[in-house]
């Protein structure tokens, strides 16, 4: 920072030797070193020399003056006389009278005292008024020669000198010098901390510069120079710093929260798993019951984290967007073009990031009910195991075309967690295929398990969480901000990552826990044949769809029925089964894996072991309309479809 900003509040070097001569209590030692030396030339003027003084410190110069001119007649070999004389004259505004004095009483005798006073009133001869560069040259070499001779390092005022003098003359390493001194020998002067704001000013150290400045006010500089000196700039840069400091250690401390979550589910993902593999799976009071209640209350935590983080997230997209735009204003060349595109690419994201909170998408279940004459004794079995696994019952059947086998409950969040909701049972016609009803049981006891478990009554926050970075992710996708530089989009893809570890962490837990009810109830075997079978089924029903709409494309006729194609013996649905089935568990997965789950299984206490008693099929009244409709459902979504995207 260039001195010369300073030099037009000279005027507080002056308020401020002045504050310091009164308020500075005179040296005893020396007053009496002067007074003996006086005692000895003319005694009878000590008393004089003395009430000349008093007046002086007073500020009473004119009296000063004339009882210094008595003193002077009595001893006009004594240098501090003249130096007294030639300041009070020079104070009472008559300097070219004064200043003489002073030159005689360094020709006298070249004390740090005389040194010093001449030096002052060379560069500063009165109220508002400068020396000449050269009077302030010569002050500053005067100052530097006051302190090398002084012996007595507590006396400020050659270092304060030299401080303003150097400030002046733009002598940076001499003020710097200076400053330092003042610093280390005299903390609590107001003009130590005045200088030494100037000194973090030129260093752009913002916050010492205003906290020096606010000392200094605080120790008598006038508030209006201080306030000059803090709206030169120095506040607001103080202030912009203060704030960018902020938010660096807020957005450390939210980048800490990320790294906690994160570190969070790993634990509980570890302790799951030693819990699951060491603990008796056939007791109900395991560690794996507060587990639970652990995985639900972080992915609440980590739900809410979410919302909270969104606010810095737009902070930091707009703040980045402006750091670039003022990167290119310091290099003096702004290509406006590139801005403009980072600007709307930014106006953009947070644009985008916002609406997704707000849109809401309709819902509807899926497939249609499938009603009680529709299948009487498939609603007797659902009763049945619900009343064996000890939950009450499910209240509607969704059939679907799929493989889905699933459970959910439908209500308000208070229906839900007083267990009052209606309880759903999504059943895919292309599972039932071939599947026994007693490995139907042990599913459907599993999915039970979920009931009981009340794994399905809550999650409001984690659905949200899911729903609207859905939201978000489709939006940035189509607007085209799905790009590496954009930090909206990086943000949802790391949190992305961390809620689905800690939420696929929480229901493979769930899964392994509903597993239990399901063998406890059934078997092990009755189990590992129903999961067996569903993925079967899952994977035999795409390979069947593709080779049939395949085949019907070219043929240009209607799909036949899916679930009456039978594919027995491919050898592409048995490698795809034996690597689904066998495939090890990974932290990305919701379920875990199969073989896992047959393993964890067997350990497992069954209560009642069933016999086949049938399939599935067989508790529907009409298999072959149900099976039609459902195959019909397919080839309308297929052919409507394939008119999207072949218009002619």
């Not at 009473?60 to 300041?87: C, F, N, S, W």
């Not at 304060?160 to 733009?170: F, G, N, P, R, V």
């Amino acid at each position: 920072m260039n001195a010369k900003w300073f030099i037009a509040n000279v005027i507080i070097l002056l308020i401020a030797m002045e504050g310091f001569a009164q308020d500075y209590e005179r040296d005893i030692e020396k007053e009496s070193a002067i007074w003996q030396q006086l005692q000895k030339i003319a005694p009878r003027s000590v008393e004089t020399f003395k009430a000349a003084t008093e007046a002086l410190d007073k500020g009473d110069y004119q009296e000063a003056a004339r009882l210094y001119e008595e003193v002077m007649k009595k001893a006009p070999e004594l240098d501090a006389v003249y130096r007294r004389l030639g300041t009070s004259l020079i104070l009472s505004g008559r300097v070219k009278e004064g200043m003489p004095l002073l030159e005689e009483a360094v020709k006298k005798k070249s004390s740090p005292e005389n040194l010093t006073s001449l030096a002052q009133y060379l560069a500063y001869p009165g109220e508002s008024k400068e020396g000449t560069r050269q009077d302030k040259e010569r002050a500053l070499s005067l100052a530097r020669q006051a302190g090398i001779y002084a012996s007595d390092k507590k006396d400020p005022s050659y270092p304060l000198l030299i401080a303003q003098l150097s400030l002046d003359l733009e002598n940076e390493r001499e003020f710097r010098n200076a400053t330092k001194m003042l610093v280390d020998l005299h903390p609590d002067l107001m003009a130590t901390h005045y200088f030494n704001a100037i000194r973090a000013a030129m260093d752009e150290d913002w916050f010492t510069a205003e906290d020096e400045i606010k000392k200094a006010e605080s120790l008598g500089l006038p508030r209006e120079a201080a306030a000059s000196f803090l709206e030169s700039g120095v506040q607001t840069r103080a202030t912009v710093w203060r704030y960018a400091y902020y938010s660096l250690y807020l957005i450390v401390a939210w980048i800490g929260g990320l790294g906690l979550l994160f570190l969070s589910g790993k634990i509980l993902s570890t302790l799951t798993l030693r819990s699951l593999e060491k603990g008796d799976p056939n007791s109900d009071t395991g560690a794996e019951i507060p587990l639970r209640k652990y995985y639900r209350q972080l992915i609440n935590i980590a739900g809410v984290y979410y919302y909270i983080s969104l606010p810095v997230v737009i902070f930091l997209v707009l703040a980045v967007a402006a750091s670039v735009t003022y990167g290119f204003f310091m290099l003096g060349r702004i290509p406006i073009k590139l801005v403009a595109i980072l600007a709307l690419c930014a106006l953009l994201t947070v644009y985008k990031l916002i609406r997704s909170l707000f849109v809401r998408y309709g819902s509807e279940d899926p497939g249609r009910a499938l009603k009680e004459e529709e299948a009487p004794a498939l609603w007797a079995l659902t009763r049945e195991v619900a009343r064996v696994v000890g939950t009450r019952p499910i209240d509607e059947i969704r059939i679907t075309p799929g493989t889905d086998l699933a459970v959910y409950e439908r209500g308000s969040f208070t229906e839900r967690v007083q267990d009052k909701a209606r309880r759903i049972l999504i059943l895919g016609v292309g599972v039932i295929n071939d599947f026994k009803q007693d490995a139907f049981r042990a599913v459907l006891a599993h999915e039970y398990g979920h009931f009981s478990h009340r794994d399905t009554a809550g999650g409001d926050v984690a659905l949200r969480v899911r729903s609207d970075m859905s939201k978000f992710g489709e939006a940035m996708v189509l607007s085209g901000q799905a790009v590496w530089y954009n930090i909206g989009f990086q943000f949802l893809r790391v949190y992305y990552f961390i809620f689905t570890r800690i939420s696929h962490g929480a229901t493979r837990l769930q899964e392994v826990l509903a597993d239990r009810v399901a063998v406890r109830n059934y078997g092990a075997k009755a189990f590992e044949e129903g999961l067996t079978h569903a993925i079967r089924r899952e994977i035999e029903l795409e390979d069947i769809a593709y080779w049939e709409m395949r085949d019907a494309a070219k043929a240009g006729r209607p799909l036949q029925n899916l679930y009456e194609i039978n594919r027995e013996g491919n050898l592409r649905v048995d490698e795809k089964l034996q690597e689904a089935l066998n495939r090890p568990t990974s932290e990305d997965d919701t379920h875990p894996s199969p073989a896992d789950r047959f393993r964890l299984a067997k350990r497992i206490v069954c209560k009642n072991e069933l016999q086949s008693a049938g399939l599935v099929w067989d508790m529907f009244a009409n298999k072959d309309a149900l099976t039609n409709e459902m195959s019909s459902l397919i080839d309308r979504y297929v052919r409507e479809s394939n008119a999207q995207v072949d218009p002619a």
